[in-house]
């Protein structure tokens, strides 16, 4: 989905709703003071509300169903902020850990190490070649201005003008014209 790891370890479940498909980010998770604590986000671009596709919602519900099962195997109660990620204790999960874990899985999977920042890259790099407009993918990523996506994915440009000029060519060679 795009998103900033500190706005994903921010998720609480009521920002999620799983009927609808929407998602609202709000805020984020970050260390200050020695302390896990919910913080705004930087700017108003940054607050936005996505629509999730039904893979997400349906993988959203199973892990809502599993991480009740397991608060309750613990005797955890909900917490005041209703994190969607969190340890089996409840409690959120620091950046760092969650960061070691993804490097492991792609050690597993014999894939090479990536910044967890990258899955953000992924994302807005799969939505442009999807010809997805940018407009959107900047609304995604919740970037301030068109210009910043721009410029941070100008090397899919190229890929982008060979698909314009590919449907154009088909405009040109419909019989409807």
Request: glycine share 10%.
């Amino acid at each position: 989905m795009g998103l900033r790891q500190g706005e994903a370890l921010g998720l609480r479940w009521r920002d999620v709703d799983l009927r609808l498909g929407y998602l609202r980010i709000s805020k984020q998770l970050q260390r200050i003071d020695g302390r896990l604590q919910l913080i705004d986000l930087k700017t108003d671009r940054s607050r936005r509300t996505l629509v999730m596709p039904t893979s997400i919602v349906n993988g959203l519900r199973e892990h809502r169903a599993r991480q009740a099962e397991e608060h309750r195997g613990r005797g955890v109660t909900v917490q005041s902020e209703d994190l969607i990620f969190t340890h089996k204790d409840g409690g959120g999960l620091e950046g760092t850990t969650v960061t070691r874990h993804f490097h492991g899985h792609l050690d597993r999977a014999g894939l090479p190490q990536r910044r967890f920042h990258d899955l953000r890259h992924s994302c807005a790099i799969r939505l442009l070649v999807q010809g997805v407009s940018p407009r959107v993918v900047m609304e995604v990523l919740g970037h301030s201005e068109i210009g910043m996506t721009m410029t941070t994915y100008s090397h899919v440009i190229p890929e982008l003008r060979r698909d314009a000029a590919d449907r154009m060519e088909g405009l040109l060679n419909s019989p409807e014209l």
